[in-house]
């Protein structure tokens, strides 16, 4: 994940600044000059995790350090993706902080704790844990506990989701339809790239599932994409950088129904998602309100 140590915009005010004011907006710019330098003496992800593991958690049996740069796909502001997995925990948690110049997010486990993490994860589509963990390197040393802990992780993402329902793929085409119905319409252009931004994901995540894959969100999306569909990740991002740097929505419009195409298209009409009974809940104001309507009418 991407991180910026303070959002500095010279000039953004021309009301005069309060002396505490000037003050923080120096200790912001002071921070990421320091930062800045930090990333050019900071250690190897490999080294910043062992040192992490000896000074702060030495009480975990293994620290998974996983994330882009691990992958050799990350950027300067970068973090690294810490999984600590401990004999047990009061409960599960996670916190971030500035170590030796990188960013860390870390996430505190135990065996039980990351068995019920990583099935939620899986329930929602998206194996996080696992994923980070499979690719991560191991601290202090690979053992025959974090080899376990890895091979089981592999089994999780090569065990693909099950197919997705007929009912589930009428609510993507769906919900999408709805955006693309919008998108059509006149609108002022912040309201159309609004409309796109929340297109996007609902496009990506709708191919990688009719496909059977996991799901992704955010920066991992077009990686995904290009990994399950080549032949139509391609157009995808043309269309979507065509709308983004010119505002026509042509390209775009045509993308989408491609992708739409071989599940029956756009849908409005004959749509229908029944929620479970059980969920509603007592109004004692309301239902008092409709029984004396009732009275009245009688």
Partial sequence: MKRSAANFEPGASSAPLSSGSRGRRARGVLGILER??????????????????????RAAKVLFCGGSVVRGEGFPNSDLDVVLIFEKVECAWRESLWFEGWPVEVFGHDVETLTYFTRQDVCGGRPSLAQMIVEALVV???????????DWARGIIANPPAPPSAEALAAARYAISDL???????????????????????????????????????????????????????????????????????????????????????????????????????????????????????
């Fill in 36 to 57: 800045m330098i930090a990333n050019s003496e900071r250690p190897s992800p490999q080294e910043a995790a062992l040192r992490l593991w000896s000074e702060r958690y």
């Fill in 180 to 298: 693309v119905d919008d998108l059509r319409a006149d609108r002022a252009p912040e309201e159309l790239r609004a409309i796109v931004c929340q297109l996007y994901p609902l496009v990506c995540n709708f191919v990688l599932k009719a496909r059977g894959g996991w799901s992704g969100s955010g920066k991992t999306l077009p990686r995904m994409l290009e990994r399950a569909a080549p032949d139509l990740s391609g157009s995808l991002d043309r269309a979507f950088h065509s709308f983004f740097t010119t505002g026509e929505r042509g390209e775009l419009l045509a993308a989408v129904s491609a992708v739409l195409a071989p599940f029956g298209g756009e849908l409005f009409a004959g749509f229908r998602a029944d929620a479970p009974a059980t969920h509603r809940a007592p109004n004692p104001e309301l239902s008092a309100l409709l029984g004396s309507m009732r009275r009245t009418i009688a």
């Fill in 140 to 150: 202090p040393a690979a053992d025959a506990f974090s080899d376990g802990v890895q």
